[in-house]
């Protein structure tokens, strides 16, 4: 297998970036960028070499242009997370100094790693089961602790260790089995049928409590909900219906939320939930009331702020809505504040384009720069003309961890909170499989069925605990699994 590099700390300047490299060449590659500090403490007579323990160097990494100080880690397989040799190079974190380091690297033959090709090597080399795999994908994509708890979990070990001691007991039983079939009832080598009931009694216990362990398990949270905030008639209600009107279509109309579009403020005083669908990924839309509606009813008003502001609260996104004429310094500035304190991410709508001189991709860097949130996240739309909104849904996609399948618009989308829920059943589905292949051995041996039939159905409960380690686990969940990763993980 090649060397493979890429930048596993977050995007974007830092006091220090994390450059990883995996692979047979690793040492060899970076010998020619690397000179270490004479005081180091693991340096050598040659300051260029990299002993061949595991150490910890104080150096400088040459970029081709100049010297970049920094820390060598040292760590040779097997003994490190890909159980190749691994480097970690920790750096500058300004990003054009790491991308010249990162050219360096390409230049000595490393080549970029891909999505998630460091666990995977971590699964192919026998470092982790694919039930620890799954748990680093869901620690990173952990939004709560609820889902850092439950990734944890995984990655522990608390299924896996739990599911090869069930396949070891599978794997006795059915020798067992199969070792009674050279020996007659009479000699010493025959186990007696009852003791085989027992065995399988014994493992469908232990199954169903494994069951039960996945199912207590806190799973990935469900659909990503996105919340529309915004002054009164900001547009938030006929954004609403433009973004649901494709999963309206398809559905009852008593099944799926609309929204009262009215040139009376504070016209939505109750939620209103419906999908939106980016990318073939169904996303939760909630419409709830905006920012300090006016009502008849005082206390009415209050109850409906106290809901909004639960709402956005509880948000994976809030999308915030902002008319033409609501483009005023003060008031962006003060919502843009109500919102952000939330914690939770904030894009920007601003809407009617098509009733101002404002279009799709024109200049509103003044109304961007009022809201203080990077032009990135702000978007200029139209609901009624559909103006601006590829842009806002690849603006969310991104925020939510969305991603196109190619370049194909109508292509399948992984999304990680689908992709945890996706597996946490087929863990299930695994268990409750194997569980039946046992019950049904059991009921075999009750009957006297032959051995050797029932050797080839305690297999086929072996096979069903296998798809969750990964042992015989199909190619292309692999990589759905391994893709949602990001590239230096």
């Not at 065995?199 to 659909?223: F, I, T």
């Not at 996609?397 to 829920?421: I, S």
Request: with cysteine.
């Amino acid at each position: 297998m090649d060397t493979i590099v890429a930048v596993s700390s977050p995007p974007g300047p830092g006091a220090r970036a994390v450059v990883r490299l995996s692979g047979r060449s690793a040492k060899a590659i970076v010998e020619q960028v690397w000179t270490s500090v004479p005081e180091s403490p693991d340096c050598g007579t040659d300051a260029s070499s990299i002993p061949d323990r595991r150490a910890v160097l104080a150096g400088h990494f040459d970029d081709g242009v100049g010297l970049l100080p920094g820390y060598l880690f040292w760590m040779p397989g097997p003994a490190s997370y890909t159980r190749e040799d691994v480097i970690e190079l920790h750096l500058p974190g300004s990003p054009p100094l790491v991308d010249a380091a990162l050219a360096q690297l390409f230049l000595l033959g490393a080549r970029l790693a891909e999505p998630g090709e460091f666990t995977r090597r971590a699964f192919l080399n026998g470092r982790l089961d694919l039930t620890r795999a799954e748990g680093v994908l869901g620690l990173i994509e952990a939004s709560d602790l609820a889902a850092q708890r439950s990734a944890s979990k995984l990655l522990v070990g608390g299924l896996g260790r739990r599911i090869s001691a069930l396949r070891e007991g599978v794997e006795n039983l059915r020798a067992l089995a199969e070792a009674s079939l050279d020996f007659d009832t009479a000699e010493t080598g025959h186990v007696d049928t009852t003791q085989l009931q027992a065995l399988a009694a014994d493992l469908e216990v232990a199954l169903g409590e494994a069951l039960l362990w996945e199912e207590r398990r806190e799973p990935s949270k469900g659909r990503p909900r996105v919340v529309l905030a915004g002054r009164p008639n900001a547009g938030k209600s006929s954004l609403f219906n433009r973004l649901t009107m494709e999963t309206r279509a398809e559905a009852k109309a008593s099944e799926l939320g609309r929204a009262l579009v009215s040139d009376l403020a504070g016209s939505t005083r109750d939620g209103v939930s419906g999908i939106w669908r980016i990318f073939g990924v169904d996303v939760e839309l909630m419409d709830a009331p905006g920012i300090e509606v006016v009502s008849e009813s005082a206390d009415a008003s209050a109850k409906a702020q106290e809901l909004a502001r639960g709402e956005r609260s509880g948000a994976d996104l809030i999308l915030w809505a902002v008319a033409p004429e609501s483009v005023v310094e003060v008031q962006l500035q003060s919502d843009a504040q109500q919102l952000l304190e939330t914690g939770n991410p904030v894009i920007c709508a601003f809407t009617k384009s098509d009733q101002t001189s404002l279009q799709e991709g024109a200049d509103s860097a003044g109304g961007i720069s009022m809201t203080g949130l990077p032009p990135g996240d702000c978007v200029t739309l139209s609901s009624k003309t559909g103006a601006g909104i590829s842009s806002l849904e690849d603006a969310v996609g991104e925020k939510l961890g969305l991603r196109r399948a190619g370049r194909d618009p109508g292509a399948t989308v992984v999304a990680a909170a689908a992709l945890g829920r996706e597996l946490s059943a087929r863990h299930k589905t695994a268990i409750q499989g194997a569980l039946r292949a046992l019950d049904e051995a059991r009921g075999a041996l009750v009957a006297q069925i032959p051995l050797d039939l029932i050797a080839e159905t305690l297999r086929e409960a072996t096979d069903e605990l296998d798809s969750v380690t990964g042992e015989t686990t199909p190619e292309d969940l692999l990589d759905r699994i391994f893709a949602g990763f990001c590239l230096g993980k």
